[in-house]
């Protein structure tokens, strides 16, 4: 139990610190929240605050890093074959590999804008 609650406050403090850059007001956002660049589109996404997920076997995944020029980048946004409806990937222990407690659930809101 102890070492689920350290590892969920781990968690939760790398997000803080990763998604920081990430966080101002898009176009259509007034709250503080985390703008998602898509790089096949070259447009910027306001979206909602990442929220921690369980691994699902067979369920898409999408890797989103820490770059671009809105703090946090991914290759496809909505309308886009790739695009895993909102549900992210965040390399956090940089071991490559997609590890429990670095998925999460971020929506994009559209329409996309240009940054």
Not at 69 to 81: K, N, R, S, V
Request: proline residues 10%; glycine residues 14%.
């Amino acid at each position: 139990m102890r070492r689920s609650v350290l590892l969920l406050a781990i968690v939760g403090l790398l997000v803080g610190v990763l998604a920081a850059p990430a966080l101002g007001r898009g176009e259509r956002n007034p709250h503080d929240q985390p703008v998602v660049y898509v790089t096949s589109q070259g447009l910027a996404y306001d979206s909602l605050a990442l929220t921690p997920i369980p691994i699902v076997d067979g369920a898409p995944y999408q890797k989103l890093e820490a770059d671009g020029p809105t703090g946090l980048q991914t290759e496809f946004g909505p309308g886009d074959p790739g695009y895993a409806g909102g549900r992210w990937w965040l390399d956090l222990n940089g071991n490559s590999q997609m590890d429990e407690g670095e998925t999460f659930m971020c929506p994009l809101l559209g329409p996309g804008f240009t940054p």
